[in-house]
Nanobody
Framework: QEQLVESGGDLVQTGDSLTLSCVAS????????MGWFRREAWKERLFVAG????????FYADSAKGRFTVSRDDAKNTLYLHLNNLKPEDSATYFC????????????????????WGQGTQVTVSS
């Protein structure tokens, strides 16, 4: 079973920055498209950002555009999410997810696209 482990969550203030990391246990990481999602307590998991395998095309939710940046380092089997200008409404548990399938059509915002999930890392932004 493939494993994903997130880290980097913290309690920060409005306007601060954070970088979240997601390390994969598998050397197949470079074959996966990856996504970041977040979930507030008692709410559904929402798409934040995605990045394809290979050329690394990126996708963002409207709430993330201009403030968050997704990137990957295949040599380190690691996915990143750089969070800038954080707001209290960004407070959530952030999850990374991996898409391990050969189907060409990729809908990064769809949770059913992903095969493996991490346990999450908590980001809390105080006002």
């Amino acid at each position: 079973q493939e494993q994903l482990v997130e880290s980097g969550g913290d309690l920060v203030q409005t306007g601060d920055s954070l970088t979240l990391s997601c390390v994969a246990s598998s050397n197949n990481f470079n074959k996966w498209s990856m996504g970041w999602f977040r979930r507030e307590a008692w709410k559904e998991r929402l798409f934040v950002a995605g990045i394809t395998r290979g050329r690394g095309h990126t996708f963002y939710a409207d709430s993330a555009k201009g403030r968050f940046t997704v990137s990957r380092d295949d040599a380190k089997n690691t996915l990143y999410l750089h969070l800038n200008n954080l707001k209290p409404e960004d407070s959530a548990t952030y999850f990374c997810a991996a898409r391990d399938r050969a189907v060409a059509v990729y809908k990064p915002e769809d949770t059913f696209e992903y095969d493996y999930w991490g346990q999450g890392t908590q980001v809390t932004v105080s006002s």
